[in-house]
T-cell receptor
């Protein structure tokens, strides 16, 4: 299956700093990528949809100025958590859409990034 | 809101088949049934998807009822590494909405 990577896998930062997370589709081009957040013992919650070359679409309640998303190429999307605070500590997961001919497509997920804000 | 219903947990003996049910009674004609699983502290892993025909790949089989209101994911010979949360998601790639909505899934525990 298609492979999606994330970097870094784990990051610890001080409160008030910014953290950038990269998501790459390694063997396919992804016109659409997604960013999710998962708190302990909860399911994945979609934060935003990222389309290559255009602005991201954020879900209700997600601050676009705090979670900056850039999708500059067909294989790379980045999420920057600006002025991070302890409540931003979470597991951040990206996915990339592999659109297939015939109408069905599949999203493949990265391994996730564990963010801890002190 | 998730449009599927799954049991919160199931147990299975190692080496036996694991049959995970999913109800999706409000599924529409152009929606596919997708299955993912998430092993602890990892990103979700795609397993299989189908529209109305049964599907099989190297990981699992997907059985969809004729009325498409429910489906069953079958892991033919479960191993300890199959212990994970399994998510059943209905999804239509038509139009411009490609969002997956995750419910709570089924925690499958494979016991030795």
């Amino acid at each position: 299956g298609a492979v999606v990577s994330q970097h870094p896998s784990r990051v610890i930062c001080k409160s008030g700093t910014s953290v950038k997370i990269e998501c790459r589709s390694l063997d396919f081009q992804a016109t659409t990528m997604f960013w999710y957040r998962q708190f302990p013992k909860q399911s994945l919650m979609l934060m935003a949809t990222s389309n290559e070359g255009s602005k991201a679409t954020y879900e209700q309640g997600v601050e676009k100025d705090k979670f900056l998303i850039n999708h500059a190429s067909l294989t790379l999307s980045t999420l920057t958590v600006t002025s991070a605070h302890p409540e931003d500590s979470s597991f951040y997961i990206c996915s990339a859409r592999d659109a297939l001919a015939g109408g069905s497509d599949t999203q493949y997920f990265g391994p996730g990034t564990r963010l801890t804000v002190l | 809101d998730a449009k599927t219903t799954q049991p919160p947990s199931m147990d299975c003996a190692e080496g036996r088949a694991a049959n995970l049910p999913c109800n999706h009674s409000t599924i529409s004609g152009n929606e596919y049934v997708y299955w993912y699983r998430q092993i602890h502290s990892q990103g979700p892993q795609y397993i299989i998807h189908g529209l109305k025909n049964n599907e099989t790949n190297e990981m699992a089989s997907l059985i969809i009822t004729e009325d498409r209101k429910s489906s069953t994911l079958i892991l033919p010979h479960a191993t300890l590494r199959d212990t994970a949360v399994y998510y059943c998601i209905v999804f239509s790639s038509g139009g411009s909405n490609y969002k997956l909505t995750f419910g709570k899934g089924t925690l499958l525990t494979v016991n030795p």
